[in-house]
């Protein structure tokens, strides 16, 4: 049996990102999130697979930590 779909509030709820960048990722040509839709203006339905595959793939690497920087010395006279 598949699970049972989720609106596009659910999923935000489900994911904690808003709803405008679910529908976004939703809407994109090609499509950056798997959706289900009823007619051309019907509303989203996502799978919480399809919302933890989008998700994982957001994940980025931790950024490196910053190495100190020398001062140069101003040198007078020269």
Not at 37 to 48: I, L, T, V, Y
């Amino acid at each position: 049996m598949a699970e049972p779909k989720l609106t596009i509030k659910e999923a935000s709820a489900y994911t904690g990102m808003p709803t405008g960048t679910i529908s976004y990722a939703a809407k994109c040509d090609p499509p950056r999130l798997r959706s289900f839709k009823a007619g051309q203006f019907g509303p989203f339905w996502f799978e919480k697979a399809d919302l933890d595959r989008w998700l994982s793939e957001m994940e980025t690497a931790p950024a490196p930590s910053p190495t100190k920087k020398r001062r140069r010395r101003a040198t007078a006279g020269r």
